[in-house]
Protein backbone atom coordinates (compact mmCIF):
# COMPACT_ATOMS: atom_id res chain seq x y z
CA UNK A 1 0.00 0.00 0.00
CA UNK A 2 1.10 3.26 -0.80
CA UNK A 3 1.87 6.11 1.81
CA UNK A 4 2.14 9.52 2.15
CA UNK A 5 5.51 9.84 3.40
CA UNK A 6 6.35 11.32 -0.05
CA UNK A 7 4.21 14.02 -0.08
CA UNK A 8 5.77 14.99 3.64
CA UNK A 9 9.40 14.59 2.27
CA UNK A 10 8.73 17.00 -0.71
CA UNK A 11 7.25 19.49 1.57
CA UNK A 12 10.41 19.62 3.41
CA UNK A 13 12.62 19.63 0.56
CA UNK A 14 10.41 22.47 -0.28
CA UNK A 15 10.45 24.29 2.86
CA UNK A 16 14.43 24.08 2.90
CA UNK A 17 14.69 25.72 -0.94
CA UNK A 18 11.73 28.12 0.26
CA UNK A 19 14.28 29.49 2.98
CA UNK A 20 17.05 29.48 0.55
CA UNK A 21 15.63 31.51 -1.52
CA UNK A 22 14.28 33.63 1.18
CA UNK A 23 17.91 34.31 2.93
CA UNK A 24 19.51 34.10 -1.03
CA UNK A 25 17.57 37.09 -2.28
CA UNK A 26 20.00 40.38 -2.75
CA UNK A 27 19.20 43.42 -0.86
CA UNK A 28 16.91 46.30 -2.99
CA UNK A 29 13.82 47.33 -4.05
CA UNK A 30 12.54 44.23 -5.04
CA UNK A 31 13.70 42.05 -2.36
CA UNK A 32 9.92 41.77 -1.42
CA UNK A 33 8.78 40.90 -5.01
CA UNK A 34 11.34 38.43 -5.42
CA UNK A 35 10.80 36.67 -2.47
CA UNK A 36 7.05 36.71 -2.92
CA UNK A 37 7.57 35.05 -6.04
CA UNK A 38 10.26 32.59 -5.12
CA UNK A 39 7.48 31.38 -2.41
CA UNK A 40 4.48 31.42 -4.32
CA UNK A 41 6.44 29.14 -6.85
CA UNK A 42 7.45 26.79 -4.70
CA UNK A 43 3.89 26.40 -3.17
CA UNK A 44 1.96 26.58 -5.73
CA UNK A 45 4.15 23.75 -7.89
CA UNK A 46 4.19 21.77 -4.78
CA UNK A 47 0.13 21.83 -4.13
CA UNK A 48 -0.05 20.77 -7.81
CA UNK A 49 2.29 18.05 -7.29
CA UNK A 50 0.54 17.27 -4.48
CA UNK A 51 -2.89 16.59 -5.35
CA UNK A 52 -1.85 15.07 -8.65
CA UNK A 53 0.23 12.39 -6.23
CA UNK A 54 -2.71 11.71 -3.78
CA UNK A 55 -4.92 11.40 -6.53
CA UNK A 56 -3.55 8.77 -7.89
CA UNK A 57 -3.33 7.30 -4.81
CA UNK A 58 -7.16 6.66 -4.52
CA UNK A 59 -8.64 6.80 -7.90
CA UNK A 60 -12.02 7.70 -8.46
CA UNK A 61 -12.47 4.99 -11.30
CA UNK A 62 -11.08 1.49 -10.90
CA UNK A 63 -10.76 -0.41 -14.40
CA UNK A 64 -11.75 -4.22 -13.92
CA UNK A 65 -11.85 -5.06 -17.46
CA UNK A 66 -9.26 -6.76 -19.41
CA UNK A 67 -7.07 -5.35 -22.69
CA UNK A 68 -9.28 -7.74 -25.20
CA UNK A 69 -12.53 -6.56 -23.07
CA UNK A 70 -11.67 -3.03 -23.46
CA UNK A 71 -10.46 -2.71 -27.24
CA UNK A 72 -13.90 -5.34 -28.07
CA UNK A 73 -16.15 -2.50 -26.18
CA UNK A 74 -13.90 0.16 -28.22
CA UNK A 75 -14.10 -1.08 -31.33
CA UNK A 76 -18.10 -2.01 -31.08
CA UNK A 77 -18.57 1.99 -29.62
CA UNK A 78 -17.08 2.93 -32.79
CA UNK A 79 -18.77 0.57 -35.00
CA UNK A 80 -22.29 1.40 -33.74
CA UNK A 81 -20.90 5.22 -34.02
CA UNK A 82 -19.93 4.96 -37.98
CA UNK A 83 -23.21 2.80 -38.37
CA UNK A 84 -25.67 5.68 -36.91
CA UNK A 85 -23.98 8.33 -39.20
CA UNK A 86 -24.24 6.48 -42.58
CA UNK A 87 -27.96 4.99 -41.75
CA UNK A 88 -28.43 8.76 -40.87
CA UNK A 89 -27.24 10.22 -44.16
CA UNK A 90 -29.11 7.06 -45.83
CA UNK A 91 -25.93 6.26 -47.62
Known sequence: MATAYPVLAILVLVLIFGAVGWFATPKGGLQTLIRTSILLTLTCC??????????????????????????????????????????????
Do not use: D, K
Not at 50 to 56: G, N, V
Not at 59 to 85: D, F, H, K
Open 46 to 91: YLMWAITYLAQLNPLIWSYSTAEESWGATLNCLLQAVWSRIHYFGI
